[in-house]
Structures are given as structure tokens and as C-alpha cells.
């Protein structure tokens, strides 16, 4: 009850903000049609699918900032994002459970971008509803291979189709255009990694991450993942999990284990320090600049968590 207690006071105070006009295209006009994205990524694709269609302005919800999106509360600007929005795109996956309440009370069509995407189970190490952290039963990281985010671009053009159907084969032109740059991508990313391993005497014997998030990125990549830890910020991980990766840093004589960009650092500090390994960050993704691309923000952010990747195997920079 406090939390739809705390969604009617939002929704009561976007009401007495003042007035400040509709959403905005790219060329500055008020929009005919907005679409709300969830996240960055799927505010990426959203973009590249509406490239160039007059009238159309795509916003995202501030969920950046949190490196966990179950720790995120609406503001009451999105709460205004929310109810003035035609379109709301969803990563799905049941990643926006902050969205229920207001969901229900927004007239806009919902685009699921996770359809049709072949979801990886949920890892054993999950934080429980005891915890306040049910995070469902698959893993909602999808977006980290890029194959996915090829299926994200075909349900936001299926959706799109159906709240502006005069505008479709636009729609349909920047949807096959994103999906062949996406999976052009894919291929060419794997085989700068595979060049730059081989090329270099690079042993690349898996990942230790400390956050969940990269199991898509690393069956992408077709790199073990050895283990993923869900570590929430100003907490550290248990000792036996303390322990286990201790282990497998040696075992593996792994030279680098892995943070993420906003998360925190406490356990992989503390394992660095025992068994002398380095610790480096990957991004998720989760943020970036408004106006983004897929091509210098989605794709450039995953080579980038290559490049991280190579060099610190290696030691050097090999992979520039």
C-alpha cells in the first residue's frame, strides 16, 4: 500500500508542475507521436528505428544512474514522462517491476522488447523477496548481445507499425538497417577479439564479474564465465563467495576480475588485494549521452568492454 500511496502523491504533483509543452523531435517541433523508453538501451534502438519519421520524439526514463534498476523509484519526472508518452518501450524480462503502478494507469500502447528472445535463466546467486530483491525468474541483461538487441529493434518496429501505421515503411527501412548494422557488428567484434587473443599469445581463461549482468555478453563473446557475483553498493559479497572466487583466481591464474561501471567494489578490492590480480570496469550500458547512437554508444560500448578485456589479459595495450 505505501508504494501506491507514494504513486498517487506522483502522480497528484505532476499535476501542479507547470506547463512546459509536449515532448520534442530532433529538429526542436512538438512531437505527434512520443515514445518513452525504460533504459538506455532500448532508448538507443528506439531511436534508430524512428530515424528520419517527422513528428516522432523519443524520451527516456533517468533509470542510468542505479546500477541495480530494482533499486529504482519513479521520479515525478518520469511520473510526467509516463502520462503524457503515446508509447512505452519496456525492456521487459520483469526488470521494470518499479513500472506496475503506473503502467496500469497510463492509456499509452506497451511495446515488450524482450519478445521473442531466447532468455537465459536466472543465475543461483539472486537476491530474494526476502531481501526486497526478487529479480524473476530470467535473467533481464539480454541486451548485452547484440543479437538480441537485433530482436529489440524488430519488436519496436512491430509495435511502432501498429501506433503509426502511416509511417511503416520507414519504420520497416530503419529496422532491417539497425538489425544488419547490429549483427555486422557481432561478427566483427568477435573476430577482433579472436585476432587480438591469438595475435598476441593472449590466454583469455574466462571472467569473474561482480555483477550479474554479463552472462549474455559473455556467452556472445563465447568466454567462460567463471562466476558472477551480485553485489549491491556499501555491501560485500559472503565469505564462502569471498572464498570461491579467491580460489578461482588462482586456479585460473586470472590476471583481472571485472566490475561494473556504477557498482560496487568492495569484494573485488578485497580479493585484488589477497591474490595480487588487477581489477578493471565493463559497462553495462545502462547510461549515456542523450542522442545517442547504436552504432557510437551500443556498439562502441561493448568493443570498448573488449578492448578492457584483452588489455588487461594481456597486461599492455594490445587491442586499441
Not at 517491476?97 to 519478445?115: G, K, N, P, Q, Y
Not at 526478487?134 to 519488436?155: F, K, L, R, T
Not at 561493448?302 to 584483452?310: D, G, Y
Request: charged share 20%.
Amino acid at each position: 500500500m505505501r508504494r501506491r500511496n507514494i504513486l498517487a502523491l506522483l502522480l497528484a504533483l505532476t499535476l501542479l508542475l507547470p506547463g512546459c509543452g509536449g515532448a520534442r523531435t530532433r529538429e526542436g517541433e512538438e512531437a505527434r507521436l512520443t515514445i518513452l523508453a525504460s533504459t538506455y538501451p532500448v532508448y538507443l534502438a528506439a531511436r534508430a528505428v524512428t530515424d528520419g519519421v517527422d513528428g516522432v520524439a523519443v524520451e527516456r526514463l533517468n533509470t542510468g544512474e542505479v546500477s541495480c534498476l530494482h533499486d529504482y523509484t519513479l521520479t515525478v519526472t518520469d511520473m510526467k514522462k509516463i502520462e503524457t508518452a503515446d508509447v512505452i518501450a519496456l525492456n521487459g524480462a520483469d526488470l521494470e517491476e518499479f513500472m506496475e503502478d503506473a503502467l496500469a494507469a497510463s492509456s499509452a500502447l506497451v511495446i515488450d522488447c524482450s519478445e521473442g528472445v531466447s532468455l537465459l535463466e536466472n543465475a543461483d546467486h539472486v537476491h530474494t523477496e526476502e531481501d526486497g530483491h526478487d529479480h524473476g525468474h530470467y535473467d533481464p541483461h539480454y541486451w548485452m548481445d547484440p543479437g538480441n538487441m537485433a530482436q529489440v529493434v524488430e519488436n519496436l518496429y512491430a509495435g511502432l507499425n501498429q501506433a503509426d501505421p502511416d509511417h511503416q515503411e520507414q519504420y520497416q527501412n530503419n529496422a532491417q538497417a539497425a538489425a544488419a548494422q547490429l549483427q555486422d557488428f557481432a561478427g566483427s567484434a568477435r573476430a577482433a577479439l579472436a585476432t587480438a587473443l591469438e595475435g598476441n599469445g593472449v590466454e583469455l581463461s574466462g571472467l569473474v564479474t561482480f555483477h550479474d549482468g554479463f552472462r549474455y555478453f559473455a556467452q556472445f563473446l563465447d568466454v567462460p564465465l567463471l562466476a558472477s557475483i551480485e553485489e549491491e553498493e556499501g555491501s560485500e559479497a559472503s565469505a564462502k563467495e569471498i572464498n570461491e572466487i579467491t580460489a578461482l583466481v588462482k586456479e585460473y591464474n586470472l590476471p583481472v576480475i571485472f566490475t561494473e561501471v556504477n557498482g560496487s567494489d568492495a569484494t573485488a578490492n578485497a580479493i585484488s588485494r589477497e591474490t595480487g590480480c588487477a581489477v578493471a570496469q565493463l559497462t553495462m550500458l545502462m547510461d549515456g549521452p542523450d542522442g545517442g547512437t547504436l552504432s557510437d554508444d551500443y556498439c562502441g560500448g561493448l568493443m570498448e568492454n573488449i578492448r578492457v578485456i584483452v588489455n588487461s589479459f594481456a597486461g599492455e595495450e594490445v587491442l586499441a
